[in-house]
C-alpha cells in the first residue's frame, strides 16, 4: 500500500504546505475574534484588517503545525480508507470506512499540536507582554514555568471535539462529492468539479464546529475548564457565543481545507 501510486504523498504535503502558507494571517484573525482579544480597531472591516497586519507572531510553528497536521489527516484518511476497504474490514464506500481513519489521525494530531496551537493564539493577544523577537517556544516555555507542563495540553478535550468532527465531516462529504459529482472531460470542467468538492467539504466541516473553537480559546485564555467555560459564556453571552467569530472562522477554517483538497488533487493530477 504504501508504494500505491494512488498515495501520492508528495501532492499531499506540498498541497497542505500552500494551504498553510495561505492561511496563516486568515488563522489569525479567527483566532483572535473567537478568542475575543481586545484589538485597537472599531468596526467589522478595521478589526479584520487589524487582525491581518504583522506581527506575524509564530508563524513558523503555526504553518509547520498546519503542514503536517493536514498531511497526516487527508493523507492518512485516503491511504486508510482503501487499506479497511481493501482488507474488507468496512464495506467498500460506507460510513465507517471513511470516518474512522480520520476519526483516528485527527485526533492523534490535536494531542500532539495541542501545546503549539495554545502558545500560538496566546502570541496573538495584543495586550500580551511577548517582545517582537518571542516566538512560539517562549510561549511554551513561559506556559510551562508559570501553569506547569500539563496546562500546554489545557483545552484538549475542546480541541478534539472540535477537530476530529470538522474534519472526518470534511472527508465524509468530499468522498461523497467524489463519488457524486458528475464526471467531466474538459480542463475547465474537471476544474471546476474539483473546487465544488473542496468548498462543499470546507464549509460543512467549518460551519459545524464553530462554538467548539469558541469554547476551545475561551479555555486558553483563561484556564477554566470546559464546563465552567460552557456555562459562563452561556450565562454572560445567552446563545450569542455560539456564533462569536463564525464569519472569520468561515474563512480561517474552510479556505485552508479547501486549499489543501483542492491543491492536492492538481498536483495529483499532474502526477506529483
Request: a positive charge.
Amino acid at each position: 500500500m504504501g508504494n500505491d501510486k494512488r498515495d501520492a504523498p508528495a501532492a499531499y504535503l506540498v498541497g497542505s504546505a500552500l494551504a498553510a502558507v495561505v492561511n496563516f494571517p486568515l488563522w489569525k484573525a479567527s483566532a483572535m475574534a473567537q478568542s475575543g482579544f481586545k484589538t485597537k480597531s472599531r468596526g467589522y472591516f478595521a478589526a479584520y484588517a487589524e487582525a491581518l497586519r504583522p506581527p506575524y507572531r509564530g508563524v513558523a510553528a503555526v504553518v509547520g503545525g498546519m503542514t503536517w497536521a493536514r498531511f497526516a489527516i487527508f493523507y492518512g484518511s485516503d491511504v486508510g480508507r482503501r487499506w479497511f476497504e481493501e482488507s474488507q474490514v468496512f464495506e467498500k464506500g460506507s460510513v465507517a470506512a471513511i470516518a474512522v481513519p480520520p476519526l483516528i489521525v485527527s485526533t492523534g494530531v490535536q494531542v500532539v499540536n495541542q501545546p503549539i496551537i495554545r502558545a500560538s493564539i496566546m502570541l496573538q493577544d495584543p495586550e500580551a507582554d511577548f517582545r517582537a523577537s518571542q516566538g512560539t517556544t517562549d510561549a511554551v516555555r513561559r506556559i510551562a514555568r508559570e501553569r506547569g507542563v500539563g496546562a500546554l495540553w489545557h483545552g484538549t478535550s475542546a480541541g478534539i471535539l472540535k477537530t476530529v468532527p470538522k474534519y472526518c465531516v470534511a472527508v465524509l462529504v468530499k468522498e461523497q462529492c467524489e463519488r457524486r459529482l458528475p464526471s467531466v472531460d474538459t480542463k475547465l470542467g474537471k476544474l471546476l468539479r474539483d473546487a465544488t468538492k473542496a468548498v462543499c467539504a470546507a464549509v460543512a466541516g467549518a460551519v459545524l464546529t464553530n462554538p467548539l473553537d469558541v469554547i476551545r480559546n475561551e479555555m486558553f485564555k483563561t484556564d477554566q475548564s470546559l464546563v465552567t467555560v460552557v456555562k459562563r459564556l452561556q450565562g454572560d453571552y445567552g446563545m450569542k457565543w455560539v456564533a462569536r467569530g463564525a464569519d472569520k472562522n468561515l474563512v480561517g477554517v474552510a479556505v485552508p481545507v479547501a486549499c489543501t483538497i483542492f491543491f492536492t488533487d492538481q498536483l495529483r493530477r499532474v502526477g506529483l
